[in-house]
């Protein structure tokens, strides 16, 4: 595989003697150690040691050994196994640097060594004079027996740097169960669905690695970390043997594919890569050392049997200065750039392996000046750093940084030691950020701290209160986001709280040290912070101005009324010269006079000014008047209302539209100008004009004007000049649709009326009408309208108005109908309508009555000016004679066809009418002046 280099291992000396041989295990100078014989027909081995020079194998047997197992090599060199002697006892042994120690326990027919961990502990298994299988951990010579309760034989095969011990266990049926004994007690390891399980080993954590069998006889690897056990799974693997673990807990052994074909493998965190000598066959691994070095044996294509050491290959985790750090296996190497040579990072004199500082990973290493290096190491999962520095060897002496953030300036200034961008900011040193340079000075941030730089260098103070520098975020929310140096040779320095919108500007000396507050959390608006802003060369408060900002309100005539911050002034147009308003003295601020607001201003004669301010809640406005200097004089208008004729009459002066109805000054609204004047309204008062002009008298009462609304309910609909120079005006009463005229001189003072509270049928009004050209009251006639009843014969029967007239056909000439020399109007008498009339000889008329609600007749018989004299039918039916007998008089025609449909009736309400035949004097009641009598009562 790529990220192994192979060592291939032989024992030359006795080449061809032997069909079999592996390497168990490598130490850390490289000695490889392992074993080489034969295993005749009835499948009994016998095999020699060997220890490794290079890629050649020296057998190495204990003294008095005729089969040697050499288990296995610590990282420091000491070799141990078992071996069988010459009285075929088997032993444990132990070799420190060629001094062999026999390990047997006490009475033991033999002694299996599986293992020495870092501290020196020996562990493996015993058969006692029964051959019972115990295990057993051997420290310093003090041996401690170890069987699992209840079972039949025991074995040790792990023994961790915290003391656990990791084995198998057997029970009568002779079914395998893994083990880890903790301070005394017990815990069983079987994998669900096992029918046989066998213990590997133990790593420093805890983790226990193992194998076992299920049912269908298939073999499986598997992961114990705290009780929670996972099946090593290799794709398309039929079956997997785990065959070590070492104290960082690196797992390595083998698998065989659907194909019989058998490759190593090695599982780092969970991350499975297979492994495979180049070559081979098949491919074993037996071992794995501290360092990761993977030792065992392959087949090659002969189908010989070698050993083999498996070496990482370097790894350069990074190489920016001088020095590579180079991770080799699970150690790191401080490399001279280009070389593999070099220092292994040591810690009290050990090397440091990966994953010994639980998530801390080593990100880069540099020699520095006397010969040692500084190494950085991050922390992923809290992005903290920590920085050490070793002699020349390697060895940590010191801390430089120790778990501190990204952002730390000691990490930061570190960062050019390595050539290395440690926090991944983008900037290698501590970082350099222009928080704003528009005038001559830079305010720069570097690192946590601020300073004030002359543009174009990085020379100028730091910034500093009570002598202490000044680091983001000391002051909760506030931000520097100006700096400019001010004549002196101090510094103005501007701070911004995001939160809340407030800003602060401090002072400070040459020094940069904060001398006193210019302005202390004001808002953005403040007066004082915006003149700042000039200083600053900036729009500090992001109103698109820099300095105060001036807003034109209105620019209509001559004057601009202009808000500058929360002040008012009056400038001369095109120009920012003008004074200031001012109440008593005191200069106007925005909001001072709660809801209202200028709206307006002009230069007046005299050189004062007129201001005009409007409440928007209430629609009320207020017109000052200021001197010169715009201080307030006097009120022109207090509070009035948009309709105000004081306020519309002062829109000239303003060259404004103030109540935005839509003309500039007092409104004129023309109610009519049917005839040769208009009555016209200009704001509340009337006023008769000559058409087409502006010219004429204003409506008056009593000498006041008359103003609207003054008669509630009464509105002019109509005015005239009339003969004499004086006015005809008509009013109406909407709501009770009544009408009244009034007669003015000719200055428009109300002299008389013509008609008071008359309805729209009156007569009098309707006459009227024609003076007006207008139909006041709808009707659809200007004047008293004419209704022809009927014209069948010589005599046209009109109603004009309230009245009847007998005109003669074709003419509007003829006598009005009357009784008692009282004009008959209409509904006078109740239900009776005239329904024909005819002029008769003599000179007088025949006028028909009928009642529709009784279908009644009657027939009045006039003289010649159209007074009724008598009755000549009075009430009586449509079939009856009398009344029969007189349509002939009546010439035939539509209203004449009363044939069995009509009666007359003399019935007239709550009027009696009585009809006497009696004679009377002239000097009686009688309106008729002859023999008939209506008396009309």
Not at 21 to 46: F, L, M, P, R, W
Not at 367 to 385: E, H, L
Not at 520 to 545: A, C, I, M, R, Y
Request: some cysteine; hydrophobic content about 30%; aromatic content about 8%.
């Amino acid at each position: 595989m790529s990220n192994f280099s192979f060592i291939k291992i032989d024992v030359p000396a006795a080449a061809g003697t032997y069909a079999y041989i592996s390497a168990d295990g490598v130490d850390a100078a490289g000695e490889a150690v392992g074993n080489y014989g034969n295993v005749d027909g009835e499948g009994d081995g016998t095999f020699d040691g060997f220890v490794t020079e290079g890629s050649s194998g020296i057998t190495y047997n204990p003294p008095g050994s005729t089969n040697t197992d050499v288990v296995g090599i610590t990282s420091s060199g000491e070799i141990f196994g078992d071996y069988v002697d010459n009285v075929l006892h088997q032993h444990g042994f132990v070799d420190n640097a060629g001094v062999v120690t026999k390990v047997d326990v006490f009475l033991a027919n033999s002694t299996t060594v599986d293992g020495v961990n870092g501290s020196g502990v020996i562990y493996g298994e015993f058969a006692d004079s029964s051959n019972h299988v115990h295990g057993f951990v051997d420290t310093n010579g003090s041996y401690t027996q170890i069987d699992v309760p209840g079972s039949s034989s025991t074995s040790v095969v792990g023994v961790n740097a915290s003391g656990q011990i990791a084995g198998t266990s057997t029970d009568a049926d002779g079914v395998g169960h893994g083990f880890v004994e903790s301070g005394g007690g017990f815990t069983t390891i079987d994998p669900a669905g096992s029918i046989d399980t066998s213990i590997v080993g133990i790593d420093d954590a805890g983790v226990v690695v193992g194998n076992y069998q299920d049912s269908a006889n298939n073999l499986h690897g598997f992961v114990d970390t705290n009780g929670v056990i996972t099946t090593i799974n290799i794709s398309g693997a039929t079956s997997t043997s785990i065959q070590a673990i070492n104290a960082a807990g690196e797992i390595v052994g083998y698998y065989t594919d659907s194909g019989g074909n058998v490759h190593g493998f090695v599982d780092q965190g969970g991350v499975i890569a297979s492994v495979d000598v180049p070559g081979a066959t098949e491919t074993d691994i037996i071992g794995v050392s501290a360092s990761g070095e993977i030792t065992g044996y392959f087949n090659d294509t002969s189908g010989d049997q070698h050993g083999f050491v498996g070496t990482p290959a370097p790894v350069v985790i990074e190489s920016f200065g001088s020095t590579s750090l180079t991770q080799v296996g699970e150690n790191y190497y401080f490399y001279a750039n280009g070389t593999s040579t070099g220092p292994e990072l040591s810690d009290g004199g050990s090397p440091v392996t990966a994953g010994e500082f639980s998530g801390w990973t080593p990100i880069g290493g540099e020699q520095i000046s006397g010969g040692g290096y500084d190494v950085a190491w991050k922390n992923a999962a809290t992005d903290v750093y920590t920085v050490w520095q070793t002699d020349s060897n390697g060895n940590i002496i010191s801390t430089v940084a120790s778990s501190v953030s990204g952002t730390s300036t000691t990490l930061e200034s570190l960062e050019t030691a390595f050539h290395q961008d440690l926090n991944g900011d983008g900037v290698i040193g501590i970082p350099t950020t222009v928080i704003e340079q528009a005038g001559s000075t830079s305010l720069t941030q570097v690192g946590e701290n601020y300073y004030f730089y002359a543009n174009g260098t990085s020379t100028g103070p730091e910034l500093s209160v009570g002598g202490s520098p000044v680091v983001v975020g000391e002051f909760s929310g506030w931000t520097p986001i100006g700096a400019e140096q001010i004549s002196g040779g101090g510094y103005d320095v501007a701070l911004k709280n995001a939160a809340t919108g407030a800003y602060t500007v401090w002072q400070t000396d040459s020094h940069g040290n904060v001398l006193a507050a210019v302005a202390s959390s004001v808002s953005g608006t403040s007066t004082t912070l915006e003149s700042l802003e000039t200083v600053f060369h900036q729009d500090l408060n992001g109103d698109g101005v820099i300095g105060i900002p001036a807003t034109v309100i209105e620019q209509a005539g001559s004057t601009s009324l202009t808000q500058v911050g929360e002040n008012y002034y009056f400038y001369a147009n095109g120009t920012s010269t003008g004074p200031e308003l001012s109440v008593g003295g005191s200069p106007v601020t925005v909001g001072e006079f709660s809801g209202w607001t200028p709206i307006g201003a002009e230069q007046i004669a005299g050189g004062g000014y007129d201001v005009a301010m409007k409440n928007a809640a209430t629609d009320a406005y207020t017109v000052w008047q200021t001197d010169s200097h715009g201080n307030v004089l006097t009120a022109l208008a207090s509070s009035v209302s948009g309709t105000s004729t004081t306020l519309e009459s002062l829109e000239t002066v303003f060259h404004q539209d103030l109540n935005g109805d839509g003309v500039i000054g007092i409104p004129a609204i023309v109610i009519e100008q049917a005839g040769s004047t208009s009555l016209t309204q200009v704001g509340e008062n009337y006023y008769f004009y000559a058409n087409g002009t502006s010219t004429g008298p204003e409506l008056s009462v009593g000498g006041s004007p008359v103003v609207a609304g003054e008669f509630p309910g009464w509105t002019p609909i109509g005015g005239e000049q009339i003969s004499g120079g004086g006015y005809d005006v008509a009013l109406k009463n909407a709501a009770t649709d009544a009408y009244t005229v009034w007669q003015t001189d000719g200055n428009g003072n109300v002299l008389t009326a013509l008609a008071s509270s008359v309805s729209g049928t009156s007569t009098t009004l309707e006459s009227l009408e024609t003076v007006f050209h207008q139909d006041f009251n709808g009707d659809g006639v200007i004047g008293i309208p004419t209704t022809v009843i009927e014209q069948a014969g010589s005599t046209s029967l009109t109603q004009v108005g309230e009245n009847y007239y007998f005109y003669a056909n074709g003419t509007s000439t003829g006598p009005e109908l009357s009784v008692g020399g009282s004009p008959v109007t209409a509904g006078e008498f109740p239900g009776w309508t005239p329904i024909g009339g005819e002029q008769i000889s003599g000179g007088g008329y025949d006028v028909a009555m009928k009642n529709a609600a009784t279908d009644a007749y009657t027939v009045w018989q006039t003289d010649g000016n159209g007074n009724v004299l008598t009755a000549l039918a009075s009430s009586v039916s449509g079939t009856s004679a009398t009344l029969e007998s007189l349509e002939t008089v009546f010439p035939p025609g539509p209203q004449r066809r009363w044939r069995n449909r009509h009666r007359l009736d003399r019935d007239r309400g709550d009027r009696q009418h009585r009809v006497d035949v009696e004679p009377h004097d002239s000097g009686g009641n009688d309106r008729c002046g002859g023999e008939t009598r209506i008396d009309r009562r």
